[in-house]
């Protein structure tokens, strides 16, 4: 995808890393007319380091209407599922909300924003999608793209370019070895982070596993 290699060249400043990660990811994603299961991105960081604008990049390289495509649908914890008392119905509404969607396209892209704040119950309802499942209840979900937005890890993101910048290293020397694990055990002893507790535990183990696409976003500033 030439023109999203553009895009994230020219448009997204400071953030070789996710570039190179969802590149290669997006890329060879779509180039596969038979994927074994659905893309999925975890975008981390603190407010404002671009986690919503690349999700909105990926978006206008894949679909003619870019995020006001009828094939995007994105969720905000806060505002679509404000009550956790209607955490049963919530379940039910976002999971048909998901099947209908893929079933009328199977290229479907769905970006759920503030996954720290999400209750455990409703990324329990997400995961049966993103598994390497042939079809899930008759539809097939291996080509839709589901993208997750969190600040969790954010702190030690924004620690680890500091520490390069007071080293006097440059910023492209950061390497996804030097964010992974440590974003990992930040969100892992964060108790405030239902992200990755109970039911949700086991997907967040799954994006960070080898090969996981898990992306850091440091804030671009830290290290200009």
């Known amino acids: ?68 495509s009828k094939f995007v649908h994105v969720f905000t914890s806060t505002l679509h599922f404000q009550n956790p008392r209607l955490l049963f119905l919530y379940k039910y509404q976002l999971q048909q909300w998901i099947k209908d969607s893929v079933s009328n396209c199977e290229r479907s892209m769905f970006i759920f924003d503030e996954m720290d704040k999400m209750d455990p119950g409703l990324i329990d309802s997400i995961q049966p999608y993103l598994e390497y499942y042939d079809k899930v209840v008759g539809v097939s979900y291996r080509k839709s793209i589901f993208i997750f937005l969190s600040n969790a890890g954010g702190e030690i993101i924004v620690q680890t370019a500091l520490d390069f910048w007071r080293a006097r290293r440059d910023r492209k020397e950061i390497d996804l070895k030097d964010l992974k694990t440590s974003v990992s055990l930040s969100i892992f002893n964060n108790h405030k982070s239902k992200w990755m507790y109970l039911q949700g535990f086991d997907l967040w183990q799954e994006l960070l596993k080898p090969g996981g696409l898990l992306c850091s976003l440091p804030p671009s500033g830290v290290l200009a």
Do not use: C, W
């Open 1 to 68: 995808m030439a023109s999203l290699k553009m895009d994230l060249e020219n448009k997204l400043f400071g953030q070789h890393l996710a570039s190179r990660i969802i590149l290669k990811a997006v890329s060879e994603f779509m180039s596969n007319d038979n994927p074994k299961k659905p893309l999925v991105l975890s975008l981390h960081g603190p407010s404002g380091t671009g986690k919503n604008f690349v999700s909105q990049l990926i978006a206008e390289n894949i679909y003619k209407e870019g995020m006001s």
